[in-house]
């Protein structure tokens, strides 16, 4: 029976296999114009109509285009944003959160996901980023970002904002 250890290959075939191994999976979807005059008081789910790459079908730009959808074969995920809001009134707090839900809608644990939140006392314009631990996922539960801001009429601009998701294994 061959050896079939990495340190008996050759060069050439451990440099593929590493190089394989490494192949980046996951999505990066972004908006192609700002958003305006949103009302995100209850809460505003933001919708993403620009992928800058998506290996696993894992986005729709089109239908449920709030979601990042993890495709059959993985257990965890790695999940991130960044957001730039503008016109955002003084004194009015915002958070960001990304929400984890199973297949059936059900919101899963907030363990390890990144949740922002900051109050603007002197400015109109407010940008922040988070990124997630590894979590633990399933076939068909999906990501989204939440916006929530005392604000009924703000601007998320589109040349910073942006929304992945690395798979892990």
């Keep these: 029976m061959a050896d079939t250890k990495i340190s008996s290959l050759d060069a050439t075939n ?22 305006t005059t949103i009302n995100a008081s209850s809460g ?29 074969g993985w257990s965890y995920a790695r999940v991130g944003f960044n957001i730039f809001l503008t016109n955002v009134a003084v004194q009015e707090g915002c958070l960001v959160r990304v929400v984890h839900k199973n297949s059936a809608g059900v919101e899963q644990s907030r363990r390890g996901l990144p949740i922002q939140e900051g109050a603007n006392a002197d400015f109109t314009e407010w940008s922040t980023s988070g990124s997630s631990a590894p979590v633990a996922v399933s076939a068909g539960d999906y990501f989204e970002l939440l ?16 929304f992945w ?3 892990l294994a």
């Design 44 to 72: 505003y789910t933001v919708p993403f109509d620009a992928e800058s790459y998506d290996t696993d079908g894992i986005h729709d730009n089109v239908t449920s285009n709030t979601r990042m959808t993890v495709p059959s």
């Design 14 to 35: 451990r440099e593929a296999l590493r190089k394989k191994s490494l192949t980046p999976r996951g999505c990066l979807v972004g908006r192609s114009v700002d958003l």
């Design 147 to 162: 916006l929530i801001c005392n604000d009924t009429s703000i601007s998320i601009l589109a040349s910073y904002t942006a």
């Design 165 to 167: 998701m690395e798979l």
